[in-house]
């Protein structure tokens, strides 16, 4: 009678991160489904040992996965779904910012966007545009309608608190806001250039063997 292979069903990550110095296991970089006889071995299974000169990220290949495991259980029919690769992010135990720093960045942010408005607010003559608008409505002409301005700059305000559908940490809905939708697309686009770079080392290294 023929023998049935075992079957694990494992699905990567898209994206790990790991401490530096430490190694890399399968249960660190993927969800597994497989017989329990052989879930405790699969977790803790080495599948990368990090070296000075992987730099900050790491690319984790299937091929690399389904070698290791057959190298410990030949017998295991390995079926896996959604991403072939996995990248990994080594990371380092970050110092705490100074409050100091904290201050001089919210400080010139600060000033830069003000300097930003300001700015714009006199390209389209905006201090012409109030007095007009004031002058038709009323018949009189100011020099600074503060009727206009003053909810005008309140509303500047509470326009950008509802378009980035942020108030310091708290946020309005589930909705993302443009800047971390922004942010999520240009973290996608590195992510796809490292996996682009790292695949192409990896042909390299192939080549040269």
């Known amino acids: 009678m023929e023998a049935v292979n075992k079957l694990l069903y494992i699905r990567l990550r898209r994206k790990a991160r790991v401490r530096k110095g430490h190694i890399v296991r399968l249960r660190d970089i993927a969800k597994l489904f497989v017989d329990d006889e052989y879930e ?19 690319l984790i290949d299937m091929l690399l996965i389904i070698r290791k495991v057959k190298g ?5 029919q390995v079926e896996h779904f959604g991403e072939p690769h996995v990248l990994l992010e080594i990371y380092t135990d970050n110092r705490k910012a100074s409050p100091l720093l904290i201050g001089i960045v919210w400080l010139l942010l600060f000033i830069g966007s003000g300097l930003a408005i300001m700015n ?22 100011v020099e600074h309608p503060l009727i206009l301005q003053i909810p005008y700059s309140i509303g500047i305000g509470v326009g950008m608190v509802l378009f980035f ?30 996996i682009t770079e790292e695949y192409a080392k990896i042909h390299e290294e192939g080549d040269a063997k």
């Open 40 to 58: 405790p071995a699969l977790n803790e299974l080495i599948i990368h040992q990090p070296q000075q000169a992987d730099g900050n990220r790491v």
């Open 165 to 194: 559908n942020h108030l310091f940490k708290k946020k309005f809905n589930e909705e993302p806001s443009p800047l971390e939708v922004e942010m999520f697309m240009y973290q996608e686009n590195v992510n796809h250039f490292v």
């Open 72 to 76: 410990l259980f030949p017998e295991l």
């Open 120 to 141: 714009f607010h006199a390209d389209v003559s905006m201090l012409a545009v109030h007095q007009r608008i004031y002058e038709l409505m009323t018949g009189k002409r």
